[in-house]
Each structure stands twice: as C-alpha cells, then as structure tokens.
C-alpha cells in the first residue's frame, strides 16, 4: 500500500468512527506522525492534501522544516527539554506535551521575544506510567492556571498517551478520562483557557478515540509502515 492509499483509508475510517459517534467528521483533524520518516514520504502525503504533520524530536523537526516547502503545519508532540525550546521557535503552530510549568515558561519566554503566541496542550499522565511524560490528573488544575497567566502562550487543550493495549477498546477508558479532565478544566473557568481540543488516538486506536471525543488523532505507522529505529 501507498501513503496515498493508507491516508485514503485512514481518512475514511476516521469519517467512519465520527459518525459512528454521531460527531461531525470535519471536528476530528489528523496530525500524521513523520518522526523518523524521510522528507520524501511527508512530501508524498502533503501532495495528497495532509497539511498537519507531528514530530518528536528538536533535530529532526528542524531539519525538515528547512528541507520542505512552506504550507505544512508542523505540531511538536515528543517530550521536550527546556533547552531545546529556543531551536524549535516559530516553527510549530502546536506543541502537544506541555507537561510542567518550566517549560512553560521557557516556551512564553521564546515565542515572547518574536512577539507572538504559541498554543499550546497540556499533556496528561493518565496511566501515570514512569516512563510517559505528563502531569498527574490531580496536579492539572493547578498547572493549567499557572500555564494561563504566560502572555504568550495558550491553552487550547489536552493531550494523553494511554498505555499500549492489543484491544483499542481498552484504551477508551483513558480517553474517556481525558475528555471528563477537560470537562473539569473547562468548569473551572480559567481566563484565556479554552478546552477545544483532545489529542488522543494512534494507530491502534484512533477510533476508539474519537468515539470518546478525540479531536486531534495522531497516527504514523498506519499512514507511513513501521518505523525502522526508536
Ligand atoms: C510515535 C507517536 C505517535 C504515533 O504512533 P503510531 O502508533 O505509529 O501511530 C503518536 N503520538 C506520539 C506522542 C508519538 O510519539
């Protein structure tokens, strides 16, 4: 199968769950994770009309943003260290694993002296798993507040990653956790915070996903084949 072929499938099974759940197909958008992938196999997709590409590494995001054409908007969704903020400014319109308030504020600090704004989602640790990144479903109020006072950054939404399962089914719980977070924040009425989005869903389980309320589903193996290394 081609790229083109695998996003022509993948699209219509994300129609497919959409409506199964009686949402709109056009809430849910596909962020195509290239991490690892050639220039070659993002320029294969952007022709079949993919815009959102995530990746999760500094040097590789940087790279291809200087090797591909404009009109790709590139979300970083990897666990990003404070001293790397500064390599990726401008360049990303969505970063998906905002996870602690110093990076945070090294992010508001960076996008600050461009003098503009970087949206951001906060990325919860649902599994509480050690070796995921995340803050803890108890601590996220606390952080969505401190994150909400940065002038240049804004809080969009909430990212999670559940822990791997060979059923999809039993990751909804997880994703059903995440939208009820959401709810929560949303209920809490923090000025400049809006719960608009819910990045949740891989290749695996993208559907289950959206059947919970998914609104950015990030997939690659199924788009791209298997990755060779990380
Ligand atoms: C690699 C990765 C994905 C995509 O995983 P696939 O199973 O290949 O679809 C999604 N989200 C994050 C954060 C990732 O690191």
Same mark, same amino acid.
């Given at each position: *199968?081609?790229?083109?072929?695998?996003l022509k499938?993948?699209r219509?099974?994300?129609?497919?769950?959409?409506?199964r759940?009686?949402?709109?197909?056009?809430?849910? $958008?596909?962020?195509?994770?290239?991490?690892?992938?050639?220039a070659?196999?993002?320029?294969?997709? $952007?022709?079949?009309?993919?815009?959102?590409?995530?990746?999760?590494?500094?040097?590789?995001?940087?790279?291809?943003t200087? !090797?591909?054409p404009?009109?790709?908007?590139?979300?970083f969704?990897?666990? @990003?260290?404070?001293?790397?903020? $500064?390599q990726?400014? &401008? @360049?990303?319109?969505?970063i998906?694993?905002?996870?602690?308030?110093?990076?945070? #504020?090294?992010?508001?600090r960076q996008?600050?002296?461009?003098?503009r704004?970087?949206?951001?989602?906060?990325?919860?640790?649902?599994?509480?798993?050690?070796?995921?990144?995340?803050?803890?479903?108890?601590?996220?109020?606390?952080?969505v507040? !401190?994150?909400a $006072? @940065?002038?240049?950054?804004?809080?969009?939404? @909430? *990212?999670? *990653?559940?822990? +791997?399962f060979?059923?999809? !089914?039993?990751? #909804?719980?997880? +994703? #059903?956790?995440l939208r009820?977070?959401?709810?929560?924040?949303e209920?809490?009425e923090?000025?400049?915070?809006?719960?608009?989005?819910?990045s949740?869903?891989?290749? &695996?389980? +993208?559907?289950?996903?959206?059947?919970?309320g998914?609104?950015l589903?990030?997939?690659g193996?199924?788009? +791209?084949?298997?990755?060779?290394?990380r």
């Amino acid at each position: *199968m081609s790229i083109a072929d695998n996003l022509k499938a993948i699209r219509a099974r994300i129609s497919e769950a959409a409506l199964r759940a009686g949402r709109d197909p056009d809430t849910v $958008r596909l962020v195509a994770v290239s991490k690892t992938k050639p220039a070659a196999a993002i320029e294969e997709a $952007r022709n079949c009309g993919q815009v959102i590409f995530g990746e999760n590494y500094v040097q590789e995001l940087v790279a291809k943003t200087a !090797e591909l054409p404009e009109g790709i908007s590139w979300h970083f969704i990897g666990n @990003l260290q404070s001293n790397k903020v $500064r390599q990726i400014v &401008g @360049l990303v319109d969505l970063i998906h694993s905002v996870d602690r308030i110093s990076l945070a #504020r090294e992010i508001d600090r960076q996008w600050g002296e461009l003098g503009r704004r970087c949206d951001v989602l906060i990325q919860v640790n649902i599994s509480q798993e050690a070796t995921k990144g995340g803050t803890r479903c108890d601590e996220l109020l606390d952080l969505v507040a !401190e994150v909400a $006072r @940065l002038p240049h950054l804004r809080v969009k939404g @909430l *990212m999670t *990653m559940p822990p +791997f399962f060979d059923n999809p !089914e039993a990751a #909804r719980p997880y +994703f #059903r956790s995440l939208r009820e977070l959401a709810q929560q924040v949303e209920a809490a009425e923090i000025p400049g915070v809006e719960m608009c989005e819910l990045s949740m869903g891989m290749s &695996g389980d +993208f559907e289950a996903a959206i059947a919970e309320g998914a609104t950015l589903v990030r997939v690659g193996s199924a788009l +791209f084949g298997e990755r060779e290394y990380r």
